[in-house]
């Protein structure tokens, strides 16, 4: 727990605008109940305020959405992260009767996370637009790849509706599309190159944006070159962030993994970090 408190820490001070705990980076689904709580409850404490924190609270049992919401909601999160049910394979109707239960028996901002590459099923862009009519369901991270897709949203619900991109790959293309931000992985690892993309962006300054987006393109790729999170843990440990240890059934990156991060992180110019002790 040490090590994930200084972690959280130099996120932010490194610039990030939230944090999102108990994510697929974060192994959610090899954690008990109790250990996300107690990881929730780290980062809203070091977080203190400054930076918004966004808890995953997803599952393919709507009843435990709810309860892992709501104690979401009690412990202080700002939002839950949901992600659309996985193995059950609902209807698109499903889709939406699930959401909307969690909807309307939580009170915290809900925002859908659609990645039909791990969860099988992909909500469509009629479904969307049906839950972001109730007053909570904030957004969406989309981790289609679908390039396509967030204009689309957009012009379907409007411009409020919050994307926030779920691939670092494409995110340049994302904002361009009309997307707003992104949950980002890489971000565990540069975190102030992905501010500065996205303040890029902000800004108009579109040279600079594509400079940032190849200097990081080698690196998402590696980061997925297997299961992640195995290669981001490897990157981890060689910056002195945390372990490269991973839960089953996921194992640590292979040896062609690691050498792949390795000139990734090279060719990206990232170092290893000194990570302040937190209270």
Known sequence: MAAFGRFVEWQIAQGINGLV????????????????DALLAEALKIAAGRVPVMAGTGSNNTHHVIERTRAAAKAGAQAALIVTPYYNKPTQEGLYQHFKAVHDATDLPIFIYNIPGRSVVDMSVETLARLAALPRIAGVKDATADLARPLRVRTEIGPDFIQLSGEDATVA???AQG????ISVTSNIAPRLCVDLH?????GDLAGMAALRDRLMPLHAALFCES???PVKYAASVLGLA????RLPLVSASAAARSRVDDALQQAAITPVAL???S
């Open 243 to 246: 372990a490269p240890d991973v």
């Open 173 to 175: 293309a994302f904002y």
């Open 21 to 36: 705990v108990n994510g697929t980076t974060g192994e959610a689904p090899t954690l008990s109940d109790a250990e996300q």
């Open 228 to 230: 992640s999170p195995a």
């Open 179 to 182: 997307g707003h931000g992104v």
């Open 276 to 278: 302040k002790a937190v």
């Open 199 to 203: 303040q890029a962006w902000l800004a």
